[in-house]
């Protein structure tokens, strides 16, 4: 098979789908790989690092899809990408497809498969893709939200930790999952106050015996989250639901009950954020006022730690790069269940039910058979 991987376009994204340590495994395998020159500079990787595995260095994006069988990237493809990719092409990477239907409906006109990190699950449960930049957003979540709270940037002027003789900072997750546990691990590192809200009471006891001298929990009634958020000076909103919209947990109309200069920090934003009023912001522009509250909306925050995140997140694709390229899609998905709950389109047609929830669209199952559910 001949495998590509572009270099990535969107806005301060630094990222790239494949290592040269992927390269050497993929063409150990008898594959060919194409890699768009300088893809992997952002993350320290160079064109002379890529020959030396065994890659063809190609000097255009569109030449890399015009002849690749598959594409391996980081991020969803781009509109321009979304107009290289042809019939019968096999796309994998993120896609988030819930908030985002003119993507939707440019992967469903051009025909190809694809297959979405974040919706491959695992054997003993969990998004296998999806954790590693996962704990990448929630061990960043801190570092940026207590960036957010310096009074230069609009925030509280507050310290995290705090200093002898004054109190640390109140930090509440709402999410006990990878990315919360990862935000409040790091959170409490640096000293601050932290809770965390979750719904599930055997995930509230597992962090509670865990971690429970390192921060708290609590349930994440309404009235809780609620109560909590007017006494925090930062929120890391850190809620998934799988290949879903996300649900918006602080209102517009409860911004005006928490600390002026508060920081909100929305790890869910590639699925349309879990507050109300976020909207996605890059790395060069990452942070808004609404009613006195700042807002870090940034969408692909593990880009900003380019290096650790693509060696992380080419570890856990690598099984599934090689399962795809060495049987094909088909069979690859007809030999793991879990690999075909990635699987989001095909031949212009949306196989992820959540997806067509959100958006609203027909969905046919997401087997091989392909027969209509909606």
Sequence with gaps: MKLGCPKEIKPQEFRVGLTPGAVLEIVSHGHSVMI?????IGAGFT??????????IIDTAAEIFATADMIVKVKEPQANERKMLREGQLLFTY???????????????????????????????????LAPMSEVAGRLAPQVGAWTLQKANGGRGVLLGGVPGVGPSKVLVIGGGVVGTHAAK?????????????????????????????FKN???????????????DMIIGAVLIPGAAAPKLISREQLSTL????????????QGGCFETSRATTHQDPIYDVDGIMHYCV????????????????????????????KGWQQACADDAHLLNGLNIHAGKLTYAAVGEALGIDVVAPNLTLQSVA
């Design 47 to 56: 064109d002379d690092d890529y020959r030396a595995a065994g890659a063809a």
């Design 299 to 326: 969408a692909n925050m593990p880009g900003a730690v380019a290096r650790t995140s693509t060696i992380a997140l080419g570890n856990a694709t690598m099984p599934f790069v090689i399962a795809l390229a060495n």
């Design 218 to 232: 609590a349930y994440a009634s309404a009235a809780n989250t609620a109560e909590l958020a007017s006494q925090a």
């Design 259 to 270: 600390k002026p200069g508060a920081a909100l920090v929305d790890v869910a934003i590639d």
């Design 95 to 129: 896609l988030h497809l819930a908030p985002d239907p003119e993507q939707t409906r440019d992967l469903l006109a051009s025909g190809c498969t694809a297959i979405a990190y974040e919706t491959v699950t695992a054997p003993g449960g969990g998004l296998p893709l």
């Design 186 to 214: 790091i959170a409490a590192g640096m000293g601050a106050d932290v809770t965390v809200l979750d719904r599930s009471l055997p995930r509230l006891r597992y962090l509670d015996d865990v971690f429970g001298g390192t």
């Design 36 to 40: 768009e020159t300088n893809a992997g």
